[in-house]
């Protein structure tokens, strides 16, 4: 496990800051979501965490340790995506070994840990299936099992969810809890959905146009919002 610290952390595109300073300690095993409209920065400040964008101010801790020169592989995160890119021509099994195949370990290594997370994930049998011959949930399961075969403190998401349909994706949300609270990781979750967010936030950030404009418990953020955007983003239906 590990905690995540945002210190006064800042993100800017040529001349334009679209971060402007964020502050948060996480708990390890804490449960976050980062929720808000879209382009309000979102995704590029789950990015700076994983490493896929510099950080051109402030600071990102990992296990209390900075990580901002870190690259990603060196992190111990790993993220699953809205978009989450299986390999069409490899199997159940290969998609979710790759990362360990390009990390140098032995087949027998491999096989072993894809076994263990397929286990977890219910994929057991259809280890040898191509994605195509796969559902949306499973297709999902198979994106989350790369991510845990890599046995990282910290699991990033990005709106994983957005690509299912609303059944789906109700039930996908309480997996994710599940397996987030049998893995004991700290998980850092971003989506546009409010629903999604009160149902699943152990703390939510609430973002606006750049800024977190309330840290706190789903109930601290529905019964006292600390402005009038969390007040009516909250307040809002999805
Ligand atoms: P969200 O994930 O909340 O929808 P993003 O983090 O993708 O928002 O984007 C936040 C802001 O940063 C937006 O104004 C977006 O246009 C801008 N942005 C994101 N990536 C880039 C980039 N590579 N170059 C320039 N601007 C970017
Ligand atoms: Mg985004």
Known sequence: MATVTLKDLR???????????????????????????????????LRMVAGLETVTGGE??????????????????????????????????????YGLKIAGLSKPEIATKVEAAAELLQLDGLLDRRPKQLSGGQRQRVAMGRAIVREPSVFLFDEPLSNLDAKLRVQM?????????????????????????????????????????????????????QSLFAAQFIGSPA
Do not use: W
Request: glycine fraction near 10%.
């Open 11 to 45: 993100k800017s595109f040529g001349p334009d800051e679209v971060i402007h300073g964020i502050d948060m300690e996480i708990a390890d095993g804490e449960f976050i979501v980062i929720v808000g409209p879209s382009g309000c920065g979102k995704s590029t400040l």
């Open 60 to 97: 990102v801790l990992i296990g209390g340790e900075r990580a901002n020169d870190k690259e990603p592989m060196d992190r111990d995160i790993a993220m699953v995506f809205q978009n989450y890119a299986l390999y069409p021509h490899m199997t159940v099994a290969q998609n979710m070994g």
């Open 173 to 225: 949300r309480l997996e994710i809890k599940e397996l987030q609270s049998k893995l004991g990781v700290t998980a850092l979750y971003v989506t546009h959905d409010q629903v999604e967010a009160m149902t699943m936030a152990d703390r939510m950030i609430v973002m606006n146009a750049g800024v977190a404009e309330q840290i706190g418990t789903p109930m601290e953020v529905y019964e006292t919002p």
